[in-house]
Nanobody, 127 residues
Framework: VQLQASGGGLVQAGGSLRLSCTAT??????????MGWFRQAPGKEREFVAA????????YYADSVKGRFTISRDNAKNAVYLQMNSLKPEDTAVYYC???????????????????WGQGTQVTVSS
């Protein structure tokens, strides 16, 4: 599956952005995949942000974004979204979408468990 992330940009603290990730899967629909968002700031390791189950019924968040970010998906459009509100300077990072077919719930926050990755989109939050 190929993933294409978009929607990043420069925003002031307290502002909002909506990231999108479109999946292209030969012979399969995106509903076959658990989808996740991760981020990596300069000099830091890639960290989990949010994930969503295949049907969209289950969502998972890092504590640092809970209550501010919302992950959703539209399987008809093979897309997953990350609505980011009340952005903070510490949210500045490159954001990556990821996908995996066989990941289990206990591993959903582990970047090493995802087989497919998008190219990343830069989010910069100014203070």
């Amino acid at each position: 599956v190929q993933l294409q992330a978009s929607g990043g940009g420069l925003v002031q603290a307290g502002g909002s952005l909506r990231l999108s990730c479109t999946a292209t899967a030969s012979g399969r629909t995106s509903s076959s995949y658990v989808m996740g968002w991760f981020r990596q700031a300069p000099g830091k390791e890639r960290e989990f942000v949010a994930a969503i189950g295949r049907s969209g019924g289950s969502t998972y968040y890092a504590d640092s974004v809970k209550g501010r970010f919302t992950i959703s998906r539209d399987n008809a459009k093979n897309a997953v979204y990350l609505q980011m509100n009340s952005l903070k300077p510490e949210d500045t990072a490159v954001y990556y979408c990821a996908a995996d077919r066989g990941i289990i719930q206990s591993s959903i926050r582990n970047s090493g468990e995802y087989d497919y990755w998008g190219q990343g989109t830069q989010v910069t939050v100014s203070s």
